[in-house]
């Protein structure tokens, strides 16, 4: 059992910054692949970035290319996304999401159905 505790959400002005961290719990060895997703009201939740924990590899939603970073400490098992020149249409619930499987060797590191464990969200707001 894995427990994943998203915090630095927040208020932001556009062109504004926020970095994100996702705290992993519990049984994580053999975690290979870590996300970062997102969910706007009234739209389906999509994904912004993925991390393999074996190396550190990324990848990126075309939207978000070049404005934000995903990151990885292990040694804290902590994953994180620094958010950049943030513009309104940022604005969701942030997840964070973690993969045993193959998410990140196989394409589907931003699909939602490849993710085995969920944490909470924390909210982005990002006004114009």
């Known amino acids: 059992q894995v427990q994943l505790v998203e915090s630095g959400g927040g208020s932001v002005q556009a062109g504004g910054s926020l970095r994100l961290s996702c705290a992993a719990y519990g049984i994580i060895y053999g975690v290979n692949c870590m996300g970062w997703f997102r969910q706007a009201p009234g739209k389906e939740r999509e994904g912004v970035a993925a991390?393999?924990?074996?190396?550190?590899?990324?990848y990126y939603t075309d939207s978000v290319k070049g404005r934000f970073t995903m990151s990885q400490d292990n040694a804290k098992s902590t994953v994180y996304l620094q958010m950049n020149s943030l513009k309104p249409e940022d604005t969701a619930m942030y997840y964070c999401?973690?993969?045993?499987?193959?998410?990140?060797?196989?394409?589907?590191?931003?699909?939602?159905?490849?993710?085995?464990?969920w944490g909470q969200g924390t909210q982005v707001t990002v006004s114009s």
């Open positions: 999401a973690a993969d045993f499987g193959t998410a990140c060797l196989t394409g589907s590191s931003l699909a939602r159905y490849a993710y085995d464990y």
């Open positions: 991390i393999r924990t074996d190396g550190g590899s990324t």
